[in-house]
């Protein structure tokens, strides 16, 4: 039976084609990217599904280095993945990693666990049971869909549960974790720190691709989100995909996706169909956003008929 995860990461990754003459290793070396004073970044070289070739490696991860540890925000698809990143962080710091936050439960973003075990795994109490629900068919799909170079991993799951909105000093760094109005996913976690102005926003955020809306996520929760966040005005903004970015990017992706969802609900109230609306909306934003975007033309399609459907679930 094909799990219901399976078919939102067809929805929520963007696919690219891979030529096999490129060298394994250009996927799955593990660089580490100073972003600003005691911030990292591990930027995935592969967008889109997980493969034989990236090994199932196909999201970023970001660390904090504090006084007292390292407070990691994702630990990749595997537990390979995850002992990479441990290893990485190694190059960098001798400090070990004590917190780590899963921004949602995509399984490209917390099947690492494994390799953190016993330390303090945050997430939200809507992303745990989404994990629960579905974190065996997960491991199944990514060994499948890797031919097995993923290796084995086993399920480690968050052992601090947010209901609310977090405010909390990590090492001696102020850290606020804020909650996405469930814009991607059911329980999605942003990690904003002050004083540095740093947001970090695992898959609600975009910078070089278009933003990933899922059929499990709410429209309005996340652009309401990509409000909140340019009210914060950030510095620099990372990314669970793509490069780091800025806030001009934040404001990109929040008028692209009101300007959309407008004319998505204004047709769909008058019995109009996805492809009227696709035409409408292509004429009106083409010239302003594919400069913008590097998969705008083949995502606004999706974008327009996954709104759709979830104005039609909204409504029933």
Do not use: C
């Amino acid at each position: 039976m094909i799990s219901k995860t399976k078919s939102l990461l067809i929805f929520s990754f963007i696919i690219f084609t891979t030529q096999y003459s490129q060298a394994v290793n250009a996927y799955t070396d593990f660089v580490v990217t100073p972003i600003t004073k005691n911030i990292y970044s591990i930027v995935s070289p592969s967008i889109g599904l997980p493969t034989p070739e990236n090994e199932g490696w196909n999201s970023n991860i970001h660390f904090v280095v504090t006084e007292n540890g390292v407070l990691l925000f994702d630990t990749g698809s595997s537990e390979v993945i995850g002992n990479k990143i441990k290893k990485a962080i190694q190059s960098i710091t001798d400090q070990p990693v004590r917190w780590v936050i899963n921004s949602h439960s995509h399984a490209d973003h917390w099947l690492g666990n494994a390799a953190f075990a016993g330390v303090e795994i945050i997430a939200t109490t809507e992303a745990m049971e989404t994990m629960k629900k579905y974190g065996n068919d997960d491991v199944a799909f990514y060994h499948n869909v890797t031919n097995g170079t993923i290796g084995i991993t086993h399920l480690v799951y968050p052992n601090l549960l947010l209901k609310e909105p977090l405010k909390r000093n990590f090492g001696g760094v102020e850290v606020e974790l804020l909650f996405a109005n469930n814009g991607h996913s059911p329980g999605d976690i942003l990690m904003w720190l002050p004083e540095q102005k740093v947001m970090i926003g695992g898959d609600v955020l975009s910078s070089d691709y278009m933003p990933m809306i899922t059929d499990h996520g709410d429209i309005d929760g996340l652009i309401n989100t990509l409000n909140l966040v340019v009210q914060l005005n950030p510095s620099i903004v990372l990314t669970g995909h793509g490069s780091a970015t800025t806030m001009s990017s934040v404001i990109r992706d929040s008028e692209l996706l009101t300007s959309v969802w407008e004319q998505v609900k204004l047709d769909h109230k008058s019995g109009h169909t996805p492809v009227k609306t696709l035409s409408a909306v292509s004429v009106k934003l083409s010239s302003k956003y594919e400069p913008l975007y590097k998969d705008f033309t083949t995502q606004l399609d999706r974008h327009v008929k996954l709104m759709y459907q979830l104005k039609g679930e909204n409504e029933e």
